[in-house]
């Protein structure tokens, strides 16, 4: 993608005058012009010493950060900034006067907010004033990415190159929306081998293309965000038309100060998936399904509701996630691991969803499967399939503690006589704690643990090529969250050492994901299928329902009725012809 870039050169002077000084009454300002304070590099060339400057007061921010913005009519040099962060040092006092469009002289030192490319230039105020009435410059129009942002560093701009939201997880702590003139952003390791030079690039572009939406204050846990009024928090992929404020580099970001309201356009929550098939299979993260002693009480647990009506919330958003997607079996991961009496939160889950008269039912491993606080399970409808056989489990070696214990049945559509092998999976998670060696970040964008899930992986595949449900259970489907992107070392070797095929490029579905980190979209769940079942699926998609929905629609904080935000994965639904 192409984009031009923003040059004042290019605007006729007495435009850009009238642009960005009319409250300067075409007077020069008094002392050194602000141009000259931010300089054409990212550090100012007069860093530490005391200057005066003039212009008019853009942005009002000494409640949230310190200080305030001022703009003069500028220098003539397209490659400066005409707009300074004041910040209010001991001993300067504002005068009354000073407000948005007032015009102002300050005299200060200058200063840098942070080291190396980080830092925003400042002054320390040690004098403000005099202030008189006036009105601040219009925003500068910005149409697309700029080249390079340094030189609008400071100024008052308004952002008219749609915007995607891509981020809404600092919104709550620190009033912050993530933004990309690039649509979507992915996670590199998703598109390109973790540790290439297409890896690199990608990280680079993304790093590029990212601006973030501020709430003009560095506060934590603000409450209620300006900018967005009694708008509800939007989801990931809403266009912003328009975002008007001040441009700054603060906290390692370059990101935009907003003084008005954003202009949005909500992106609507997808309907369930529908594809086609006779037997239709889900996989399902349910993020920490526990209920307590399963009787009401025992709250807090180790994980997931901290109440009993939390669960009840949570399991509610569940059922109605797992009861639209209409499949006939379904793989399912972070359950509580507390076995398969009654009071176990797998048995409370099926009887919530037969509550209207379904007939599911799970398979009963015995024990476990797996000695972690959390495990897989799988449930079906009984009206629909059947179960072959016992079910199997893979235990030792990275299954445990680590990677959870896979769980495989076979099934066999009622009337039917093809049975499907269903494998659960669940492989350990990127957090570093306790990795060492070969399992710590080995800063190849995989995190740690990778050299674990990709044991996991060869072991996996090794086991399915023994046929632990016997010799005619050749269409297996192996799925859930592998804890790895789709270019990661397990996935490549379950795909292109072993033969598994990925579900998603056999149906032919662009541009998957069922994962949002960091503003980063990326697949950590995934499907595979044996080369003997590819040509019998029909149809293959993910349900955007959790990963895009803001983390307050969820049952710990807004609980917005029905299935949104059920999980922070998206489930995945295949449909089967045998």
Same mark, same amino acid.
């Given at each position: ?32 012009? *602000? ?24 942005? &009002? ?10 703009? &003069? $009519? ?12 004041? @910040? ?13 469009? +007032? ?19 400042? *002054? ?36 008219? +190159? ?32 973790? %540790? ?6 990608? @990280? ?14 560095? $506060? @934590? ?44 356009? $909500? ?30 009480? %025992? ?20 059922? +109605?996630? *797992? ?14 691991? &507390? ?10 889950l099926v009887d919530a969803l037969n509550a209207g008269g379904a007939r599911w039912r799970f398979v009963d491993a015995g024990t476990g499967p797996g ?20 079910? +199997?489990? /893979? ?7 680590r990677s959870r214990v896979p769980l495989a049945q076979a099934f066999v559509r009622k009337g039917g006589r093809t049975p499907l092998v269903v494998v ?10 306790? $990795? ?27 086991? /399915? ?42 149906? %032919? ?19 595979? /299928? ?7 699926? @029909? ?40």
């Amino acid at each position: 993608m192409t984009h031009r870039r923003l040059s004042r050169r290019a605007w006729p002077l007495p435009l850009l005058l009238c642009a960005v000084a009319c409250a300067c009454d075409g007077a020069r300002p008094a002392g050194t012009a *602000i141009g000259q304070v931010q300089g054409d590099g990212p550090r100012s060339p007069l860093d530490g010493r005391e200057v005066t400057v003039e212009g008019a007061v853009t942005a &009002d921010f000494r409640d949230g950060l310190g200080g305030f913005y001022l703009q &003069d $009519a500028g220098d003539g040099d397209a490659r400066t900034s005409d707009g300074v962060f004041v @910040r209010l040092a001991g001993g300067a006092d504002a005068p009354p006067g000073l407000a948005v469009g +007032a015009r102002c002289r300050v005299r200060g030192t200058v200063a840098e907010l942070g080291s190396g490319r980080e830092s925003l230039t400042a *002054i320390e105020a040690a004098a403000i004033g005099p202030c008189s009435p006036g009105r601040a410059p219009a925003p500068l129009p910005v149409e697309a990415l700029p080249a390079d942002w340094e030189p609008l560093e400071g100024m008052a701009v308004r952002i008219q +190159a749609p915007l995607t939201l891509i981020a809404s997880h600092a919104l709550g702590r620190w009033g912050e929306l993530w933004a990309s003139f690039d649509g979507r952003q992915w996670q590199p390791s998703e598109l390109a081998a973790p %540790g290439s030079a297409e890896h690199a690039r990608l @990280r680079a572009h993304n790093l590029r293309q990212r601006l973030v939406l501020d709430d003009g204050s560095s $506060a @934590r846990d603000p409450g209620s965000v300006p900018y967005l009024g009694d708008t509800p928090v939007p989801r990931r992929g809403s266009l912003v038309s328009a975002a008007e404020g001040i441009l700054e580099h603060r906290n390692g970001s370059w990101r935009l100060q907003l003084t008005a309201p954003l202009q949005l356009q $909500a992106a609507e929550a997808p309907p369930p998936p529908q594809v086609p098939g006779k037997l239709k299979v889900a996989a399902f993260n349910l993020e920490n399904l526990f209920n307590g002693d399963g009787r009401g009480g %025992g709250f807090p647990t180790r994980r997931g509701a901290r109440s009993a009506a939390a669960y009840q919330a949570q399991l509610a958003k569940l059922v +109605a996630t *797992i009861q639209a997607m209409d499949a006939d079996i379904a793989a399912l991961m972070e359950l509580e691991n &507390d076995g398969y009496g009654p009071e176990s939160s797998l048995a409370q889950l099926v009887d919530a969803l037969n509550a209207g008269g379904a007939r599911w039912r799970f398979v009963d491993a015995g024990t476990g499967p797996g000695p972690d606080t959390i495990r897989v399970g799988l449930i079906y409808r009984s009206e629909r399939v059947v179960p072959r056989g016992r079910p +199997a489990v /893979l235990e030792g070696g990275p299954f445990g503690t680590r990677s959870r214990v896979p769980l495989a049945q076979a099934f066999v559509r009622k009337g039917g006589r093809t049975p499907l092998v269903v494998v659960a999976n669940h492989f350990k998670s990127k957090g570093c704690s306790e $990795a060492t060696g070969a399992d710590a970040d080995q800063k190849d964008g995989q995190g740690c643990w990778n050299a674990l899930r990709t044991e996991s992986a060869r072991r996996l595949h090794a086991w /399915l090529q023994e046929r632990p449900l016997g010799r005619d259970a050749g269409r297996v489907v192996i799925l859930g969250d592998f804890n790895a992107y789709a270019m990661e070392d397990p996935l490549r070797l379950l795909r292109e050492e072993s033969g598994w095929r990925d579900a998603f490029a056999v149906a %032919g579905i662009p541009s998957p994901y069922s994962y949002v980190y960091d503003g980063l979209s990326g697949r950590l769940d995934h499907a595979l /299928l044996s080369p003997e079942l590819a040509p019998a699926l @029909r149809g293959a998609a993910e349900w955007h329902v959790n990963a895009d929905e803001p983390d307050e629609a969820g049952y710990a904080a807004r609980n917005v009725p029905g299935p949104a935000r059920s999980s922070d994965h998206d489930p995945l639904l295949l449909g089967f012809d045998l």
